[in-house]
C-alpha cells in the first residue's frame, strides 16, 4: 500500500537552513535607504534588527548553522509530516500523485514561527527584551507573541483594524502568550495619530501597521522590529520546510514536477522551493514547474511593476526592488483570503522576473470551492491562503485527468484555517464575491513609487 504519511524523527531535523543567496547568478538589488536613496548600510538598519540577523541578510554562506537551543524549539514541532493526499486524489480521479507538507501542527498554526521563534531568539541574545510588529489577520502576530512568550520578552503587535475588529480569536491567541495588540492605526504612533485625526475610523493596512511597528521600534532603545516574511533571512529561516520535504518524497521515492504555494510576501512557498532551486539552475530538474498563487484581490507578481518601492506605507522603512502594487495600496475589505501585502519578497521577484518561477491570481470563490473539497477528502481544514495553493493544485491535477500524466505535484500547506472560520461560512452560505482589484486603482497606486532609476 502507498504510505499516507511520511515522517522524519527528530534527530532528523535539517541542522542548518539552506541560504539560496549563494547560488543565485542574479542577486536582488540591494535594500536602499528611505530617504537619500542611497544602499542602505548596517548602521541604518542597527536601530530595527539585531547584527546578526542583520549579517544573515546579506549573507553569501550556502548553509547557515541553526543553534542547538533553536533545534530544541523546533522539535516541539518538527520535522512536520508529508502526506500523500490519497484520498484527494481518488475524489478529483486524477492520475498524478499529490504532496503536502503539513505546517498546521505548529503551536500557532502555521508556517510562520518556523522565522518568529529565530529572530527572538537572536533578539534575546543581543540584550533586546522588547519587540514589535504588525499582523494581518493575526498570524504572523500570534507566531511572534509565542516565540517573544518562550523568550520571556515583551511583544507589541499593530493588528490591521478591519481584522482587529473582525477576528477577536487570533487578538485573544497573542494575549494568552502574553503579547499587547492595539488596532492600526492606533493612538500609540505619531503615524497612527495622524492618520486617526483625518479618519477615526480608517480601516488599516499592512503596510500602515508596518509603519507603526518600526516607528516604535525606532524610537525606544529596548526595543527592535520584527517581520514576519519578505526579507532573505525569514525566507532562509522557512526552508527547515523544503529541507525536510525534499528528503520525505525522496524516502517516497518521488521528485515534484510541479511545486505549488500560495504567496503574500512569499515566505512559505520560499522556504518550501528554494532547497529545489540549485536542481533547476545545474540543468537536474530543469523540467521543475515552480508555481506561486496569490489573489486577483491583491495581484502583486500578476498585476503590479517590478521596481523600487518603499516596503511600509509611511515610507519610514527600507526600500526594495520587488515586484510591487504601490505602498499606499490598500487591499478590498471584502477579500476574505488574506495575502495582502502590497510588495513580495527580493528572492521570488528576482526568480519569477528571470522566468525560473511562475505565477497565477485567482477568484477567492474557487479557491475556497477547492478547500471545501480537500476538507472533504483529507479532512484538513486549510487556511484560506494555503487555500489558494490547494486550488492551483486541483486544477494541475484535473488538467492531468484529461492528459492521462502521472505528474508529482507537491504543495506548502501553510497553515490550519480554525480561526478562519467566518470566511468558510461566507463561503458556504453564498455571500462570498470575488474581486479583482482594479487595474486603473492600481496604476494610480504605482504613481506614488520613488523616482529612482531602475
Ligand atoms: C502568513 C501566511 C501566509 C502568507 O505569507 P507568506 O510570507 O507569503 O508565506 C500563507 N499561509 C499562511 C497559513 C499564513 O499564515
Redesign the pocket.
Known amino acids: 500500500m502507498d504510505r499516507t504519511k511520511i515522517l522524519l524523527g527528530e534527530n532528523e531535523l535539517p541542522r542548518q537552513w539552506y541560504n539560496v543567496l549563494a547560488d543565485l547568478p542574479f542577486p536582488p538589488a540591494p535594500y536602499l535607504h528611505p530617504v537619500t536613496f542611497e544602499p542602505i548600510t548596517p548602521q541604518d538598519l542597527a536601530p530595527l534588527f539585531p547584527q546578526e540577523l542583520i549579517k544573515q541578510e546579506v549573507s553569501q554562506d550556502r548553509f547557515v548553522d541553526i543553534p542547538d537551543e533553536l533545534l530544541d524549539i523546533y522539535s516541539l514541532w518538527r520535522p512536520t509530516p508529508l502526506y500523500r493526499a490519497r484520498r484527494w486524489e481518488r475524489a478529483l480521479g486524477t492520475p498524478a500523485r499529490i504532496y503536502y507538507k503539513w505546517?498546521?501542527v505548529s503551536p500557532p498554526?502555521?508556517?510562520?514561527p518556523n522565522t518568529a521563534v529565530a529572530q527572538a531568539y537572536y533578539n534575546k541574545k543581543e540584550g533586546i527584551n522588547r519587540l514589535s510588529t504588525e499582523t494581518?489577520?493575526g498570524?504572523?502576530g500570534s507566531?511572534l507573541a509565542f516565540a517573544c512568550n518562550i523568550f520571556n520578552m515583551e511583544c507589541k503587535v499593530y493588528m490591521v483594524n478591519v481584522s482587529y475588529r473582525q477576528k477577536p480569536y487570533r487578538r485573544i491567541l497573542m494575549e494568552t502568550w502574553g503579547a499587547t495588540v492595539v488596532p492600526s492605526p492606533s493612538k500609540d504612533t505619531n503615524y497612527g495619530r495622524a492618520l486617526l485625526a483625518e479618519n477615526p475610523d480608517a480601516s488599516g493596512s499592512l503596510g500602515i501597521a508596518i509603519s507603526e511597528a518600526v516607528e516604535d521600534a525606532a524610537q525606544r532603545d529596548d526595543t527592535k522590529y520584527s517581520l514576519?516574511?519578505?526579507l532573505n533571512h525569514?525566507l532562509m529561516h522557512?526552508t527547515v520546510v523544503g529541507l525536510e520535504a525534499k528528503r520525505q518524497l525522496e524516502m517516497a521515492g518521488d521528485y515534484p514536477d510541479v511545486l505549488v504555494?500560495?504567496?503574500?510576501?512569499?515566505?512559505?512557498?520560499?522556504?518550501f522551493f528554494l532547497p529545489f532551486v540549485p536542481d533547476k539552475l545545474s540543468g537536474k530538474a530543469e523540467s521543475l514547474r515552480i508555481v506561486c498563487v496569490e489573489p486577483e484581490a491583491c495581484p502583486t507578481l500578476t498585476g503590479g511593476l517590478y521596481a523600487f518601492d518603499w516596503g511600509d506605507t509611511a515610507k519610514t522603512g527600507p526600500i526594495a526592488r520587488m515586484h510591487t502594487l504601490g505602498h499606499g495600496f490598500v487591499p478590498p475589505p471584502i477579500h476574505a483570503g488574506?495575502?495582502r501585502?502590497h510588495g513580495?519578497?527580493p528572492i521570488i521577484c528576482a526568480l519569477y522576473d528571470r522566468g525560473l518561477v511562475e505565477a497565477i491570481a485567482l477568484a477567492q470563490t474557487k479557491v475556497f470551492e477547492a478547500a471545501v473539497s480537500f476538507a472533504r477528502a483529507e479532512g484538513f481544514v486549510?487556511?484560506?491562503?494555503?487555500a489558494h495553493a490547494v486550488k492551483a493544485v486541483m486544477d494541475e491535477a484535473l488538467s492531468c485527468k484529461e492528459s492521462g500524466e502521472a505528474k508529482v505535484i507537491a504543495f506548502?500547506s501553510?497553515?490550519?484555517?480554525h480561526f478562519d472560520l467566518g470566511a468558510y461560512e461566507s463561503f458556504l452560505s453564498n455571500e462570498l464575491e470575488d474581486y479583482r482589484y482594479p487595474t486603473e486603482q492600481i496604476r494610480a497606486s504605482l504613481e506614488e513609487l520613488p523616482r529612482i532609476d531602475q
Open positions: 505546517e498546521g498554526g502555521s508556517h510562520k494581518g489577520a498570524q504572523w507566531a514576519g516574511s519578505v525569514v522557512q504555494g500560495c504567496v503574500g510576501g512569499g515566505s512559505n512557498f520560499g522556504g488574506g495575502l501585502y513580495m519578497a486549510v487556511a484560506p491562503e494555503t506548502n501553510s497553515g490550519h484555517g
